[in-house]
């Protein structure tokens, strides 16, 4: 009896055979996926936590004093947020000749815009917007307004904005 030889499974070359392939597969598709969440998180990284939020926490009771004495003088603040400006009127004796403003995007620190407001009458401020800060299509930003360092008091607050520009107080 000539039966054919049909060939050993050990005879054939390693890369013919179902099972290193598919033990290949299994830490290919890990690889594979961890560079994909890797590439998604380098892409779309939170702004929530600040690099110094140590300091940051430090000088909290600083910020909230500097709220309080705003309190106690009386001053109370304004904002009009135009398509490419910033209006601010000043309630209380503020004398200074510029005003820092620090408009804070909720969620986008790559939006934040810092200002320099500068006097336009008694108790009017303003100052164009950069050309950059147009992602002024957010609906709400946070605020906060000071003069210049050393700051003896500071606002601050929420405005929300619309179609046609936006409006707050504190």
Do not use: C
């Not at 939170?46 to 926490?57: E, H, I, K, P, W």
């Not at 709220?67 to 209380?92: F, K, N, P, W």
């Not at 607050?157 to 409006?167: N, R």
């Amino acid at each position: 009896m000539n039966r054919p030889r049909l060939p050993d499974a050990d005879t054939l070359p390693w890369y013919r055979h179902f099972w290193p392939w598919f033990l290949i597969l299994l830490p290919g598709s890990v690889v594979v996926a961890a560079l994909a969440t890797l590439f998604i998180a380098q892409r779309g990284a939170d702004d929530l936590v600040a690099d110094d939020y140590y300091r940051q926490g430090l000088a909290i009771n600083r910020q909230l004093a500097l709220g309080e004495r705003a309190a106690d003088l009386g001053i109370s603040a304004e904002l009009s947020l135009d398509t490419d400006r910033v209006d601010a009127h000043i309630l209380g004796p503020v004398e200074e000749t510029q005003l820092e403003l620090s408009l804070s995007h909720p969620l986008e620190a790559d939006h934040d815009v810092e200002l320099t407001l500068a006097r336009t009458g008694p108790g009017r401020y303003s100052a164009t917007l950069p050309l950059t800060s147009h992602g002024a299509t957010a609906r709400r930003w946070h605020w906060s307004l000071q003069p210049r360092e050393p700051a003896p008091w500071r606002l601050v607050g929420v405005l929300h904005t619309t179609d046609d520009g936006g409006k707050s107080q504190p």
